[in-house]
Nanobody
Framework: QLQLVESGGGLVQPGGSLRLSCVAS????????IGWFRQAPGKGREGVSC????????NYRNSVKGRFTISRDNAKNTVYLQMNSLKPEDTAGYYC????????????????????WGQGTQVTVSS
């Protein structure tokens, strides 16, 4: 069974940090570009960040640039999203997804391009 499992979410105060993990089971993440997406209540899904299979190509939505960092450890079959300086507007369910994309180009945030999705982990930023 092919699965992506996210973890690391939780409740954090504004300005705090969290590190999300996305672990694959049943398949290897090596060939896949991995995206992180989020969806807040009443809002549409939005792309947060992307990392190519080699890690050589990354991309971020403008609102998280300089605060979030995506990385991957293919030996551990895991992709990470380090989130610093968190803001209340970062509150959302966060999902990782895998796609057969060569790089994180201009279409990286199109969810329809991703083949496998995790169940998500909740991030709540509140004082």
């Amino acid at each position: 069974q092919l699965q992506l499992v996210e973890s690391g979410g939780g409740l954090v105060q504004p300005g705090g940090s969290l590190r999300l993990s996305c672990v694959a089971s049943g398949f290897t993440l090596d060939p896949y570009t991995i995206g992180w997406f989020r969806q807040a209540p009443g809002k549409g899904r939005e792309g947060v960040s992307c990392i190519s299979s080699s890690g050589g190509s990354t991309n971020y939505r403008n609102s998280v640039k300089g605060r979030f960092t995506i990385s991957r450890d293919n030996a551990k079959n895991t992709v990470y999203l380090q989130m610093n300086s968190l803001k209340p507007e970062d509150t959302a369910g966060y999902y990782c997804a895998a796609a057969e994309l060569a790089a994180c180009g201009s279409n990286w945030a199109r969810g329809l391009l991703y083949d496998y999705w995790g169940q998500g982990t909740q991030v709540t930023v509140s004082s």
